[in-house]
């Protein structure tokens, strides 16, 4: 079992950046990729943003692409996703996700983080 904690959401202006960060533990060699997922009220679970452990890949949805950067610090076992240019429309649940490959759809991820409110004000 992988283990996922969110933390860095919270209330920002739009314009604003924000970082989250998820620690991950337990069995983390069982992932190989890491995704962030955002869910809006009414609306159903996105995909945001995906990387390898390895690095080799990396992929963003087009909505936030040039806006988000994902990344990883292997020693600490941690996905970090930067937000910036922030608007009103990124406000969600955001969640990390655990898969055991590459994979950009929801439904592959096998551990999932408990998600953190991000609130984008105008």
């Known amino acids: 079992q992988v283990q996922l904690v969110e933390s860095g959401g919270g209330l920002v202006q739009a314009g604003g950046s924000l970082r989250l960060s998820c620690a991950a533990s337990g069995r983390t060699f069982s992932s190989y990729a890491m995704g962030w997922f955002r869910q809006a009220p009414g609306k159903e679970r996105v995909f945001v943003a995906a990387?390898?452990?390895?690095?080799?890949?990396?992929y963003y949805a087009n909505s936030v692409k040039g806006r988000f950067t994902i990344s990883t610090d292997n020693a600490k076992n941690t996905v970090y996703l930067q937000m910036n240019s922030l608007n009103p429309e990124d406000t969600a649940v955001y969640y990390c996700a655990g898969s055991r490959r590459w994979a950009v759809v929801a439904g592959l991820y096998a551990y999932w983080g408990q998600g953190t409110q991000v609130t984008v004000s105008s």
């Open positions: 990387i390898s452990w390895s690095g080799d890949n990396l």
